[in-house]
């Protein structure tokens, strides 16, 4: 069984310590692989858990990389998945109307290609869009559904993005790190974090710096805490996004 499907399991289960910890293992390996259809399941198991999580800046990072992988793949099933995971981020975050579109538009892909929503999809959508119909009224949400329904994929996968990126405020990261994050880290940090976002495991970097894991360890943990974030994935999306990776 791959490490994707066993973090799948047991994200299923409820067991998010290990369901993290296998899935950020397999996002490491197929950047490392170069397997860009796996990694964005990957990805996109791993925006769904931060997002039951509630870690929702580290949802946003995964679930935009993996819908972008999905359409330069052409993968129509995934990108109707990853419609549906931003759609409950976004219900998360309190956008009904964008998440309901976005559902809508999901199920208008699947529905053109013949796919059928998996079991676990289906418990998901049905765990935010049923209390969101009642609170959002029954005719709201029926107007909403029928627009995502109506957008062409392009234009759904356009929303999605938009909901993925950024806000200006309202992340789980620290406001007092806001404009500081360049400077925060030392150099030996700002290397860590280079080779993370490179998807190289705890042993690698050690071997790479001459270090020890311990002192890897370390520095991730130092790392998370000036930066405000969660998981090794978010500084990885960091490094890449501050030039690190060049």
Same mark, same amino acid.
């Given at each position: 069984m791959s490490l994707n499907v066993l973090g799948n399991v047991l994200l299923r289960q409820g067991d998010f310590i290990a369901a993290r910890r296998l899935l950020e293992e397999d996002v490491a390996l197929q950047r490392q692989i170069g397997d860009r259809f796996l990694l964005a399941y990957s990805l996109a198991a791993l925006g769904q858990l931060a997002t039951a999580e509630r870690?929702?800046?580290?949802?946003?990072?995964?679930?935009?990389?993996?819908?972008?992988?999905?359409?330069?793949?052409?993968?129509?099933?995934?990108?109707?998945? /990853?419609?549906?995971?931003? !759609? !409950?981020?976004?219900?998360?975050? /309190?956008?009904?109307?964008?998440? $309901?579109?976005?559902?809508?538009?999901?199920?208008? $892909?699947?529905?053109? #290609?013949?796919?059928?929503?998996?079991?676990?999809?289906?418990? #998901?959508?049905?765990?935010?869009?049923?209390?969101?119909?009642?609170?959002?009224?029954?005719?709201?949400?029926?107007?909403?559904?029928?627009?995502?329904?109506?957008?062409s994929v392009d234009r759904a996968v356009q929303l999605a993005l938009a909901a993925t990126e950024a806000p200006a405020t309202g992340s789980n990261r620290p406001p007092s790190h806001a404009g500081q994050q360049g400077t925060l880290l030392s150099l030996r940090e700002q290397e860590v974090a280079a080779l993370l976002g490179h998807g190289l495991t705890n042993r690698q970097i050690a071997v790479r710096l001459v270090i020890t894991e311990r002192t890897v360890g370390a520095h991730i943990g130092h790392i998370l805490d000036k930066l405000g974030f969660n998981s090794r994935h978010q500084v990885g999306a960091w490094a890449s996004d501050h030039g690190l990776l060049d």
């Amino acid at each position: 069984m791959s490490l994707n499907v066993l973090g799948n399991v047991l994200l299923r289960q409820g067991d998010f310590i290990a369901a993290r910890r296998l899935l950020e293992e397999d996002v490491a390996l197929q950047r490392q692989i170069g397997d860009r259809f796996l990694l964005a399941y990957s990805l996109a198991a791993l925006g769904q858990l931060a997002t039951a999580e509630r870690h929702y800046t580290e949802a946003r990072a995964a679930l935009r990389e993996s819908l972008r992988l999905r359409q330069d793949t052409g993968d129509r099933t995934g990108i109707a998945e /990853s419609l549906d995971s931003i !759609a !409950a981020l976004a219900a998360a975050e /309190s956008h009904p109307e964008r998440a $309901i579109q976005l559902a809508g538009a999901a199920a208008s $892909i699947r529905e053109g #290609i013949g796919a059928r929503l998996a079991p676990m999809g289906r418990t #998901i959508l049905a765990r935010w869009l049923v209390p969101l119909r009642e609170d959002h009224g029954e005719e709201a949400t029926n107007v909403a559904w029928e627009a995502g329904r109506a957008m062409s994929v392009d234009r759904a996968v356009q929303l999605a993005l938009a909901a993925t990126e950024a806000p200006a405020t309202g992340s789980n990261r620290p406001p007092s790190h806001a404009g500081q994050q360049g400077t925060l880290l030392s150099l030996r940090e700002q290397e860590v974090a280079a080779l993370l976002g490179h998807g190289l495991t705890n042993r690698q970097i050690a071997v790479r710096l001459v270090i020890t894991e311990r002192t890897v360890g370390a520095h991730i943990g130092h790392i998370l805490d000036k930066l405000g974030f969660n998981s090794r994935h978010q500084v990885g999306a960091w490094a890449s996004d501050h030039g690190l990776l060049d």
